[in-house]
């Protein structure tokens, strides 16, 4: 029997095939906190996690993080089916106390990066100290404005994922491994 990453999956109506393995995406977490713990050791960050997509990857790095540091959640939504609808909604009482610190904006993937700037804006009126991003994967080529991701994963296509927290309407998000949307089908 084929192994769970070289299967290919059906979600909804949609195919989606292997497209990173969950062997590669610990390696590759393992050392993004590796880099967090050294260059974060003196900020004692908070790191926000942007439900809900976030929620695995937050939760395996977050277990490597051995540096003093808080986590808090929040939700932002700006996807529908396929398609980034340009509207963000952000639950503000979460950012009532960050002033003066330093945060870690914890997301699953950067596409557009209208969420990211969204959440910028909303934690720069708090009065955070230092804003920086942490994002498991990145469509580069989608970007609509310039932007730096601190600590990112992997830099993938602008092909639509599903995996590892990241969903097709809510489906999904449960599976192992990332698998890319195929477009035969
Ligand atoms: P952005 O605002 O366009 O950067 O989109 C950010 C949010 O859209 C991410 O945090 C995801 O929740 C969702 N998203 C973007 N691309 C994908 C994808 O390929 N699969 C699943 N969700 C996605
Ligand atoms: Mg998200």
Known sequence: MAKD?????????????????????KERIKSLAEEINTEEVHNEPIFLVVM??????????LRRIN????IRFIRARSYSGTQS???VKLEE???????????????????TGITL????????????????TCSLLSKTSCHTYPLHINYCGFEIEDKFVVGYGLDYNDKG??????????VEG
Do not use: H
């Not at 009482?93 to 596409?111: G, S, T």
């Open 5 to 25: 990453s070289t299967r290919s999956v059906k979600i909804l109506d949609l195919n989606f095939r292997p497209y990173i393995d969950k062997k590669k995406i």
């Open 52 to 61: 809900t997509g976030a929620f695995i990857f937050a939760s395996d790095l």
């Open 67 to 70: 540096i003093d540091s808080d």
């Open 85 to 87: 609808t340009g509207v």
């Open 93 to 111: 009482d979460y950012l009532l106390d960050i002033k003066d610190r330093n945060i870690i904006i914890v997301e699953d993937i950067i596409d």
């Open 117 to 132: 700037k969204f959440l910028k804006e909303g934690i720069t009126k708090f009065g955070a100290k230092s804003i920086k």
């Open 173 to 182: 998000r449960n599976l192992k491994n990332i698998y890319q949307l195929d």
